[in-house]
T-cell receptor
C-alpha cells in the first residue's frame, strides 16, 4: 500500500533560519512520483516540485532544495534563509500512476516563520 | 478567471440535508479531481474525472457521495443526507492530462468549506 508520512506537525522558526521538512513514503512500485505542494493561508495549494523514482539527483530552486534518498524512502524539503512569506502548510505527496495525477498526500507540516 | 473556481466558498447546513459543491476547472484541462481536507488530516482523494467519465471513484466514502461532470468542464459533487463527519474543506483540482503521461502539476481551487451542524 502507498503511504506518505510527515511526522512534523508544526515547525516554528525565526526569519533567516534554515528549515527542513521531512517526508517518508511507502510504496511497492519501482516507478513512482513524489511531490511537494504549498498551501498558504488562502487555501489554494501550489505545486512546488515533482520527482520521479529514477531521478535521485537533488534539486535546488532558489532558496528551496529537495533531497531524494531511495535508500531511506525520504524526500525532504529544505528552505534556506526562511522568510515570513514561507509560512504555510506544506504537503508531500506520492503517485504510483503514470497516467493520472491522482496523488496520495501526507498530513502536512505547518511552517510558521516569525520576523 | 484563469484559475480553478469553486462555489460556494462556505456552506453551513443541517444534518440530513443535501448539498452540492461546484467546480469550474481551468479551460482546456481534461482531468478533474476532488479531494477532501479534514482538520488534522491530509488531503483525501475522492474521485477523478477524465473528460466526463470517472475512471476512479474509489475514494468516495459512501454511497451518499456522488459526482458528475458535464461538457468536459464543470463538475458537481453532491453529498446526500449530510452527516457531521462530512464537515471538511472540499478541494477541486484540474490538470492537463494525456494518455501515457502525467504532469504532476495539479491546479487547485480555494475549496468549499462545508460545516454540518
Amino acid at each position: 500500500a502507498q503511504k506518505v508520512t510527515q511526522a512534523q506537525t508544526e515547525i516554528s522558526v525565526v526569519e533567516k533560519e534554515d528549515v527542513t521538512l521531512d517526508c517518508v513514503y511507502e510504496t511497492r512500485d519501482t516507478t513512482y512520483y513524489l511531490f511537494w505542494y504549498k498551501q498558504p493561508p488562502s487555501g489554494e495549494l501550489v505545486f512546488l516540485i515533482r520527482r520521479n523514482s529514477f531521478d535521485e539527483q537533488n534539486e535546488i530552486s532558489g532558496r528551496y532544495s529537495w533531497n531524494f534518498q531511495k535508500s531511506t524512502s525520504s524526500f525532504n524539503f529544505t528552505i534556506t534563509a526562511s522568510q515570513v512569506v514561507d509560512s504555510a502548510v506544506y504537503f508531500c505527496a506520492l503517485s504510483e500512476d503514470s497516467n493520472t495525477d491522482k496523488l496520495i498526500f501526507g498530513t502536512g507540516t505547518r511552517l510558521q516563520v516569525f520576523p | 478567471g484563469a484559475g480553478v473556481s469553486q462555489s460556494p466558498s462556505n456552506k453551513v447546513t443541517e444534518k440530513g440535508k443535501d448539498v452540492e459543491l461546484r467546480c469550474d476547472p481551468i479551460s482546456g484541462h481534461t482531468a478533474l479531481y476532488w479531494y477532501r481536507q479534514s482538520l488534522g488530516q491530509g488531503l483525501e482523494f475522492l474521485i477523478y474525472f477524465q473528460g466526463n467519465s470517472a475512471p476512479d471513484k474509489s475514494g468516495l466514502p459512501s454511497d451518499r457521495f456522488s459526482a458528475e461532470r458535464t461538457g468536459g468542464s464543470v463538475s458537481t459533487l453532491t453529498i446526500q443526507r449530510t452527516q457531521q463527519e462530512d464537515s471538511a474543506v472540499y478541494l477541486c483540482a484540474s490538470s492537463l492530462a494525456w494518455g501515457g503521461g502525467n504532469t504532476g502539476e495539479l491546479f487547485f481551487g480555494e475549496g468549499s468549506r462545508l460545516t454540518v451542524l
